[in-house]
């Protein structure tokens, strides 16, 4: 359904993309390698929606991994990959076929494609138009998750910072900062004594045993405090502790401990102290980063060349 809709969720392929399913094996069927590539396309796609048993196959013991899958829907990411191989297939032949009005074909083609793109984005666009002043997002608690559906602009962009976020904001969190915590207040609860994991997210440091609220300034990968201390003293700040995490304090590289609430925790010194946490990015991501960039430069450049030789033999030959 959400791909006959063809709006812009992850829940669907587009319309596009369900017509290249329906008919793609028309055009695989004569050609070993598309159709696999096509058969995969379609097995992922079953593999995304309630088509395939997986409660059932779950009750299964050697099948039981099945039921850890959270969101069958992801597999669409791979179906949408090997979809689009059985497409530009299934766009050559007609080109093909209709050689001698390729130009109006190619008008034609793209002048559609850009009008299902807009269509992808209606229900979108639709709810800004539209949006009534009720529907902005305003200024709120961090003890609240962000309303669903609000409206941002410019003007209220950052308001959104002043709510807990909606979904998977400990998802990540370690055991030691998680592990039987609730992170979903009530008022009740607002009157114990913070959890780890609510401490973490109100940005609570512990200082002496006291709980401070320190106000984070960001920056890509990286969370900066000022802190101002009567006499020299360990502070636990408020962000968890991940590998390749580094600390700055007053502009120099220091070492630091892991609180037992599995947070970064910091020896600083009396008076005022700039604390800097960033997140440095693991070397195997600018490796893998450069393999990717140098395999499309060759890809590139060896096309240039192959067309370069292609056409200097046609001239040769029609010389």
Not at 67 to 77: A, D, K, S
Not at 146 to 165: C, E, F, H, Q, W
Not at 212 to 224: R, S, V
Request: charge should be positive; aromatic fraction near 14%.
């Amino acid at each position: 359904m959400a791909s006959l809709e063809n709006h812009a969720t992850n829940r669907g392929v587009g319309i596009v993309f369900l017509v290249a399913i329906i008919s793609g094996w028309y055009f695989v069927k004569d050609k070993k390698q598309e159709f696999w590539i096509y058969i995969l396309g379609s097995t992922f796609l079953v593999l995304s929606t309630s088509l395939f048993p997986y409660t059932e196959l779950a009750q299964i013991d050697s099948l039981f991994f099945l039921g850890m899958i959270q969101f069958p829907y992801r597999f669409l990411t791979y179906a949408t990959l090997f979809m689009a191989v059985t497409l530009s297939l299934i766009l050559e032949r007609i080109f093909k076929k209709f050689k001698a009005h390729r130009r109006i074909l190619f008008v034609c083609m793209l002048g559609m494609v850009m009008c299902l793109y807009v269509q992808t984005l209606t229900p979108v666009l639709d709810r800004i138009y539209d949006a009534t002043p009720e529907m902005r997002l305003k200024k709120g608690d961090l003890l609240e998750p962000v309303p669903a559906g609000s409206i941002l602009d410019k003007n209220n962009y950052y308001d959104m910072y002043t709510y807990r976020v909606l979904y998977g904001e400990t998802d990540y969190y370690p055991k030691v900062s998680f592990d039987g915590n609730v992170t979903t207040p009530d008022s009740k609860l607002q009157k114990m004594i913070l959890n780890r994991s609510q401490s973490i997210m109100l940005h609570k440091a512990k200082i002496e045993n006291k709980d401070i609220t320190l106000t984070p300034f960001i920056a890509p990968n990286e969370l900066g405090y000022r802190i101002k201390l009567q006499k020299a003293t360990v502070v636990d700040l408020p962000v968890v502790n991940y590998p390749s995490e580094r600390v700055y304090i007053n502009g120099k590289s220091s070492s630091y401990s892991v609180s037992d609430r599995g947070t970064v925790q910091v020896k600083l010194e009396q008076g005022e102290n700039r604390v800097r946490v960033c997140y440095v990015m693991n070397k195997m991501y600018y490796i893998l980063f450069g393999i990717a960039v140098m395999t499309w430069l060759i890809v590139i450049i060896t096309t240039f060349i192959k067309k370069y030789h292609f056409y200097a033999l046609k001239h040769h030959w029609s010389s």
